[in-house]
């Protein structure tokens, strides 16, 4: 099927057109899929496609499957037919096409052999968010760096490489902070889709020698024995469940990336991340609900005792953040708040609501993860350290909880 970008252009797969009568088809099969291709044999194709765009012809651009080297090729042809800048053309191509799958190593290759490979200018140092924790939410902007822009990229532009490398171009930005993750994400679709939504941001990173930061999680070592265990930076990887396993595995494709493309990236595995909105985490909100409400709050305990978790403020995580946004230190960093055990957190709720819930302690099977973690190195490289004891954080959690309602 030819999907046509103007009236005269489109692209295809190869087989679908090559016998088809009045088309001048541009083979561009021999050209690689990836990193690797000559600027001479780029700017022979793109020619081909532009002379006979400029005789009056129906050209259509082809490779095996129609995606990213002839429609890479297609905006190099318009972009020296229409005489517009490869950018401006490569946009009117997805447009038009609906492709989101172009390699950006090809389209790398096109743009350099029209001389178009230094990005343009803008303002200084723009820090791009993929997150909806930024979304409209001034505590976490004003912990970023004051003298860069703040461009918010949807989740859209997660599957889509080549727009979210336009905007990084058209934004002139050199930080790249990834925070966003599918909902739920404790399901193998969950999994598969944050992969490929950090495989996009790895290939616009390498691109565009961005700065990554990006949020692991505590649960990369929630598998460890049933014991205590204070979790450094060098501890060993042993995730339990999908959230612990999507997050190790995200790690690694990170690695991979340092070591092959000189990627630089500063990875954050903060602890249970808790405070206002009132949302996060859901166990939190439940109880805070019943609490209010004068209903149960039923906790757990396992095998080796109550359960306990690493809790962390929202403030003191936000000042993690920009702090690495702003040093760039390009190193892995656990951030720990500190230990607690649920039914005490569950009780400090009910107290602080003046509340007359009784707190129950379920008897669940197995161990739980008793997981600390260290955050020495933090403290070190970047002078942070957490700064809300959990009795101020919940007492926020109960305040804004208490907040009337308004309209949007």
């Known amino acids: 099927m030819i999907r046509w970008i103007t009236e005269r252009l489109g692209t295809a797969p190869y087989e679908e057109v090559r016998a088809l009568p009045g088309l001048t088809v541009v083979d561009v099969r021999a050209l690689l899929d990836r990193e690797g291709n000559s600027a001479a044999a780029v700017v022979e194709k793109i020619e081909a496609a532009a002379r006979a765009l400029a005789a009056g012809e129906k050209t259509v651009v082809a490779c095996e499957f129609g995606v990213s080297r002839s429609n890479a090729v297609a905006a ?3 972009a020296r037919h229409a005489k517009l800048g490869f950018d401006a053309a490569l946009a009117r191509v997805l447009d038009a096409t609906g492709e989101h799958q172009l390699r950006l190593e090809v389209v790398a290759a096109v743009r350099a052999a029209l001389g178009e490979d230094a990005p343009p200018l803008a303002g200084p140092g723009a820090v791009i968010v993929t997150t909806p924790l930024a979304h409209s939410d001034p505590a976490f902007d004003a912990v970023l760096p004051r003298d860069r822009a703040l461009v918010h990229a949807g989740r859209e532009l997660l599957g889509d490489a080549v727009r979210l490398d336009l ?4 934004s002139g930005a050199e930080v790249l902070l990834h925070l966003n993750a599918p ?4 399901t193998n679709a969950a999994l598969g889709a944050a992969l490929a939504e950090l495989k996009t ?4 990173c390498r691109a565009r020698e961005l700065f990554l930061v990006w949020c692991s999680s505590w649960e990369v070592y929630a598998g460890h ?10 501890t060993p990887h042993v995730p339990r469940g999908t959230l612990g396993l999507t997050k190790s595995l995200g790690e690694a494709m990170i690695a991979r990336y340092r070591e092959r493309h000189g990627l630089r990236a500063a990875i954050l595995r903060p602890g249970v991340v808790y405070g206002p909105p009132v949302g996060r985490p859901a166990f939190l909100a439940g109880w805070l609900e019943a609490a209010r409400a004068g209903h ?5 305990a396992f095998r080796n005792g109550d359960a306990r978790l690493d809790m962390l403020y929202i403030d003191d995580f936000r000042a993690a953040l920009g702090t690495v946004v702003e040093r760039r230190v390009a190193q892995d960093f656990n951030l720990g708040g500190g230990l607690a055990a649920t039914p005490a957190v569950a009780a400090e709720l009910v107290r602080l609501c003046g509340s007359r819930s009784p707190v129950r302690t379920v008897q669940m099977e197995g161990d739980s993860p008793q997981v600390t973690l260290d955050s020495r190195r933090a403290a070190e490289q970047l002078g942070w ?3 809300t004891p959990l009795a101020v954080g919940l007492a926020a959690c109960v305040a804004a909880a208490e907040e009337p309602a308004t309209d949007a």
């Open 296 to 300: 149960e709050l039923v906790a757990h």
């Open 225 to 234: 024995a049933a014991g205590p265990l204070l979790a450094a930076e060098s």
């Open 76 to 78: 190099g042809a318009l």
């Open 385 to 387: 350290r957490p700064a």
């Open 167 to 170: 905007l990084a171009r058209a």
């Open 201 to 204: 941001v790895l290939d616009v």
């Open 183 to 186: 909902r739920p994400d404790t």
